[in-house]
């Protein structure tokens, strides 16, 4: 089966530019989820839908941070206006319904914001 | 609120040798799951081995294998026959209805 697709691979830009990220996830997966992984650290959960309803956004930065699922399928992240400390990695994964069975990770998108 | 600790930041091993990863976790939860995942540089997380809270027994995965200890809420990684291939940080996971990160371990394979 193909794997979560995410891009673009790398971006650069400026404090206060606004940047995006897409992802799609497996096919059939119910549950996707955006993570953000700071250098030296593990992943953070930012954001976790279910279809295309949100289930969990406690740690995405509302003032800056907005992600939407519109048709239950592919997934953006957005960030607007970008801080310097939001360089990091943004990981895309999906699962079946509970996630028990495990997690399908993208290959993340490196930010860097200068 | 739960919480996965990683106490080893680095940790390196003979080619062909045995090694063991530490993770601790805590919760009040009964039933949940734990994962071991590997990044290697490609960024990508790769799903190593996964226990489930309630099996006694420990998982096992061709040469990676767990000691999965519920009352002392400790879930170890054991790696066999250490392969160049296996360099790369790994991360110690606690599912329940998300999915919780330790800090992770770099393991260098020494040739």
């Known amino acids: 089966e193909a794997g979560v697709a995410q891009s673009p691979r790398y971006k650069i830009i400026e404090k206060r530019q606004s940047v995006a990220f897409w992802c799609n996830p497996i096919?059939?997966?119910?549950?996707l989820y955006w993570y953000q992984q700071i250098l030296g650290q593990g992943p953070k959960l930012l954001i976790q839908?279910?279809?295309?309803?949100?289930?969990?956004d406690s740690q995405l930065p509302k003032d800056r941070f907005s992600a939407e699922r519109l048709k239950g399928v592919d997934s953006t992240l957005k960030i607007q206006p970008a801080k310097l400390e939001d360089s990091a990695v943004y990981l895309c994964?999906?699962?079946?319904?509970?996630?028990?069975?495990?997690?399908?990770f993208g290959s993340g998108t490196r930010l860097t914001v200068v | 609120a739960q919480t996965v600790t990683q106490s080893q930041p680095e940790m390196s091993v003979q080619e062909a040798e045995t090694v063991t990863l530490s993770c601790t976790y805590d919760t009040s939860e009964s039933d949940y799951y734990l994962f071991w995942y590997k990044q290697p540089p490609s960024r990508q997380m790769i799903l190593v081995i996964r226990?489930?809270?309630?099996?006694?027994q420990n998982a096992t995965e061709n040469r990676f294998s767990v000691n999965f200890q519920k009352a002392a809420k400790s879930f170890s990684l054991k790696i066999s026959d250490s392969q160049l291939g296996d360099a790369a940080m790994y991360f110690c996971?606690?599912?329940?209805?998300?999915?919780?990160f330790g800090k992770g371990t770099r393991l260098h394979i020494l040739p």
């Open positions: 994964a999906s699962s079946l319904a509970t996630g028990l069975g495990g997690y399908t």
């Open positions: 839908f279910q279809n295309n309803g949100v289930v969990d």
């Open positions: 096919s059939g997966h119910a549950t």
């Open positions: 226990q489930e809270a309630y099996k006694q």
């Open positions: 996971a606690y599912v329940n209805d998300k999915i919780i």
